[in-house]
């Protein structure tokens, strides 16, 4: 799979691939260790996670802009190191307030190091390769989390404080293995300094890139139809058994696996990018119909429609990813990749502050309504994704 790729690229993929077996662990162990092992309530937790998503927004783009500055390479390396640190730091957390900093300090490593990589790809992948380096390290990403999550029910059997440490500081080793084989394997990509670069503000003046940084950030919603929404639904307002859940659960991470890279031809250019976001808006949308429309079903007809909701919403999510990545590696100038790609997962990250409420209170709470409106959502942020990117009266050059 990876025989095209550059010998820079493939450091990469390894890395991200021992990093996300880690990940994965940590995906399944950590809320139980907050609350089992530490002792903190679910509500301390959910708090916690909160307000280091907002602090994670806040400093994004400017870290971005670090990553500029001082060099993708040694910025990724850095941010890893960091969250080797704070996953230390988190066996020994003791009460809610400390929690809270680790979890801020942490989100600050984790925007960092997501502008950064994605600096990282512009520098050291071809430009023809870029999206499609993003798409192998998406699946790469899916089978580490996948592989981590399967080893981590041997801790949650044991379910004892020592054996959940050990996995925190088991995952802090996966970020400092990858922070080496970035550090020695792969080649410096030059650093821009702020005399002879774009300006630290420039992604914000860029008023065309907001207004697609928004459209992506609703598109990017999209994964708590899958994780909230659907359990829910199957759950309380569906006959459907409630295997279906891990069913369909099952079904979007092999497809991720064996179409990511394949769905993403294409969107390597401005042009085919707008129109995968495009595609991506209406198949969202469809699929919130086919829930909607289990409302009134019952049997083998509401199994079959979950079915084809959850190929839909694959198909969306897939294209929604490749479109985005496209269309931030094309709209970012010279010497500023880093920041526009921090200022590009701004929107996910507010997606993913707003989607859990809008899935829970407006599409499950209201029942076929309220899929119907988060149906328009999507299509309309969809639709309107081709037109902000290719139109010019959107476009304020960037100030350098």
Not at 132 to 146: E, K, M, P, S, Y
Request: charged share 10%; hydrophobic share 55%; proline share 4%.
């Amino acid at each position: 799979m990876t025989e095209h790729f550059t010998p820079a690229v493939r450091r990469l993929i390894a890395a991200t691939l021992i990093n996300t077996l880690g990940n994965g662990v940590y995906v399944a162990v950590g809320a139980l260790y907050l609350t089992r092992a530490v002792g903190l309530s679910v509500a301390h937790v959910g708090a916690g996670l909160t307000i280091a998503a907002l602090v994670g927004l806040i400093v994004s783009t400017p870290l971005g802009v670090v990553a500029d500055r001082l060099g993708p390479k040694r910025a990724y390396v850095g941010f890893l190191l960091l969250q080797a640190v704070t996953m230390t730091s988190l066996t020994q957390v003791r009460s809610f307030e400390w929690y809270v900093v680790v979890a801020a300090v942490t989100a600050v490593a984790d925007s960092g190091q997501r502008g950064a990589k994605g600096a990282l790809i512009a520098g050291v992948a071809p430009s023809d390769q870029r999206v499609r380096t993003r798409a192998l390290l998406r699946v790469v990403t899916n089978i580490g989390i996948a592989v981590g999550t399967a080893a981590a029910g041997v801790v949650l059997t044991i379910d004892r404080r020592e054996v959940y440490v050990a996995a925190l500081l088991a995952n802090a080793l996966t970020y400092m293995v990858a922070a080496a084989v970035v550090r020695f394997g792969m080649p410096a990509v030059a650093k821009v300094p702020a005399k002879s670069g774009p300006s630290g503000l420039t992604a914000f003046r860029d008023r065309r890139f907001l207004v697609f940084v928004g459209l992506d950030g609703v598109l990017s919603m999209h994964p708590a139809l899958l994780q909230v929404g659907v359990p829910l639904w199957i759950a309380t307002r569906t006959d459907a058994p409630r295997w279906m859940i891990s069913v369909l659960l099952v079904l979007n991470s092999v497809a991720v696996i064996l179409l990511q890279v394949r769905i993403s031809r294409g969107t390597e250019n401005l042009s085919g990018a707008a129109r995968a976001g495009r595609k991506a808006g209406v198949l969202l949308a469809i699929t919130c119909v086919g829930l909607a429309l289990t409302d009134v079903t019952s049997g083998v007809v509401t199994i079959g429609l979950l079915i084809a909701a959850a190929l839909a919403h694959v198909l969306g999510e897939m294209l929604q990813s490749a479109g985005g990545w496209g269309i931030s590696f094309e709209l970012a100038p010279p010497g500023a990749q880093g920041q526009y790609q921090g200022a590009y997962a701004m929107g996910h990250q507010v997606g993913d502050l707003v989607a859990p409420l809008l899935v829970t209170t407006v599409a499950v709470s209201w029942g076929w309504p309220g899929w119907l409106l988060t149906a328009g959502l999507f299509l309309v942020a969809g639709l309107f994704v081709p037109v902000v990117v290719q139109e010019p009266e959107l476009v304020m050059q960037p100030q350098v």
